[in-house]
């Protein structure tokens, strides 16, 4: 069963923590990207990766950091320094050439 | 600096064909117009995309206008599991020669399909 899964579905934070939320996909798609969306809102760009070891800032990419270190893999670690982490986080896969952007399930992150 | 405008909301009856439109007036020549939806919670949904012939598929229609300013999904026999948020959505290019795009939000349209 072909997709990306992301967890854990609700994440719940101190203030002052790092957290990482997981993206996995299975899709064999060279691309991978997270988004933001606050309540009433759009998605907003965090990070991109086109390739695996490399990846470029999105629109709102302080206070977060990724790493890709496997083509399947794309976590994100919301910092200290996100003054506003309490949101939805979603990550997408997209093949290289078609572009076409699937998305995962998403984690609701709050902070306490 | 949101490409899109789209309705805020819609009501459909059920059964009955659901027209949401979309104005991309500055759009570029080779950006492309996506259309999701999301439903409560979860991740989008793909729907269709299209540059400027119309497109249809096993879910909707896409209506590009000839100038390419606006567009309309169309959802031909709307049922409650359609009640969504809709998203019109320009794919731009980074830089003039990258061969990375990305996808600029709007707000949507909240679709409510009624029995």
């Known amino acids: 069963d072909g997709g990306i899964t992301q967890s854990p579905k609700y994440l719940f934070r101190k203030e002052g923590q790092n957290v990482t939320l997981s993206c996995e996909q299975n899709l064999n798609h060279d691309a991978m990207y997270w988004y933001r969306q606050d309540p009433g809102q759009g998605l907003r760009l965090i990070y991109y990766?086109?390739?695996?070891?490399?990846?470029q800032k999105g629109d709102i990419a302080e206070g977060y950091s990724v790493s890709r270190e496997k083509k399947e893999s794309f976590p994100l670690t919301v910092t200290s320094a996100q003054k506003n982490p309490t949101a939805f986080y979603l990550c997408a896969s997209s093949d290289t050439g078609r572009e076409t952007q699937y998305f995962g399930p998403g984690t609701r992150l709050l902070v306490l | 600096d949101a490409k899109t405008t789209q309705p805020t909301s819609m009501d459909c009856a059920e059964g009955r064909a659901a027209n949401l439109p979309c104005n991309h007036s500055t759009i570029s020549g080779n950006e492309y117009v996506y259309w999701y939806r999301q439903i409560h919670s979860q991740g989008p949904q793909y729907i269709i995309h299209?540059?400027?012939n119309n497109e249809t598929n096993e879910m909707a229609s896409l209506i590009i206008t000839e100038d390419r300013k606006s567009s309309t999904l169309i959802l031909p026999h709307a049922t409650l599991r359609d009640t969504a948020v809709y998203y019109c959505i320009v794919r731009v290019r980074e830089g003039a020669t990258s061969g990375t795009y990305k996808y600029i939000f709007g707000t949507g349209t909240r679709l409510k399909v009624l029995a």
């Open positions: 299209g540059l400027k």
């Open positions: 990766s086109q390739i695996v070891n490399d990846f």
